[in-house]
């Protein structure tokens, strides 16, 4: 027996039980009869097998009763048995519903606005192409590689949601096949592009990025998300999203740089995503290719870090000033409320 708010799928086996018992005829007798196992009669009888047109026009024989009945009865308890899962799923969606950030998808035109629970329910799954909600949670649905801030249930799916606008925005994007020896080649032609102005970059880091398999995308920062980037396997492409929080240089270059060290790093596809030392790999990596390691160790024992020194150091490895003052900061070597004029600020079109 199947039950939801709205339905009850009883099966036809309980009509037979109700036979046998009018008649005080055994399972074991009745199997006979029907010249059926006694297993699969106990299956039919709990609902766990179909009763077939075959079995259907047997029962007519034995009980009496025309096969139309029994076909009829199992027609309708199959139609139940699906009428009330799609209900118990569509109240199981409808409160998952409650948790992404639905209003403000709908304000950035992700998903058409609505009021209606379940209307809700019907375009979040349309929008991420399931045909239910919990199937979110599938390993082989949701394999992101991202650096957040924090994580919490609302915030897993909020990044679910805006990981796959990106990956929606990517679909049309043509691409060469995946290349990371070419990524890792490429990387010093992509560090010299964080002393330009992000409209003279950023189309020619999505065309670099482009002829290594990979698809570059901006969208708007999604509230609760405390998300700054997302890298995933989409096919035959890698897909790396930014997001258009945090507009200083500093930190969107590190967040750039942090999901190419995943891509590099080999963590892009990983069935349980990656793990709290595939992060501290990645930022590594990203801030040694910033900035290189050796050369920054000496800059740090020189003790120098007046504005004129960060300057010139920037000036030798070939990079925005801003970037070093990033690290830093992050690295206790200044105050955060230090030299931030020399972070540029970024106007991102996403």
Known sequence: MVKSRSFIATPPGATIKEQLNDRGMSQKEFAARMDMSEKHISRLINGDVQLTPETAVRLEMVLGVPAKFWNDLEAI????????????????????????????????????????????????????????????????????????????????????AWAQEAKIKARDIRTASINIKGLIAAMPEIRKMTVLKP????????????????????????????????????GNKIVVGLTARGKDADKFWLSLFHELAHIVLGHVGQPDGTSEDDEKAA????????????DFEHFRRERDYSEGNVIRFAKEQ?????????????????????????????????
């Open 77 to 160: 308890y199959r139609e139940k048995i699906v009428k009330a899962e799609a209900e118990n799923a569509m109240d199981a969606d409808a409160e998952m519903v409650k948790r992404f950030p639905y209003s403000e998808m709908a304000e950035l035109g992700w998903i058409p606005e609505t009021r209606d629970a379940k209307e809700k329910v019907v375009y979040l799954r349309k929008y991420f192409e399931v045909i239910e909600l919990s199937l979110l949670g599938n390993e082989q649905i949701t394999r992101i590689a991202c650096r957040r801030l924090a994580i919490t249930e609302k915030s897993d799916l909020a990044l679910m």
């Open 199 to 234: 409209k003279e970059f950023c189309p020619q880091i999505k065309k670099c990025l482009a002829d290594c398999g990979i698809v570059l995308v901006f969208l708007p920062y999604l509230k609760g998300s405390f998300l700054q980037g997302a890298t995933f396997l989409d």
């Open 283 to 294: 930022d590594q990596w990203s801030g040694d290719t910033l900035i290189l390691a050796d």
């Open 318 to 350: 070939g990079i925005a000033p801003g970037i070093v003052v990033g690290r830093m900061q992050r690295e206790g070597m200044i105050k955060y409320s230090m030299l931030n004029h020399l972070k540029e600020k970024y106007e991102i079109a996403v």
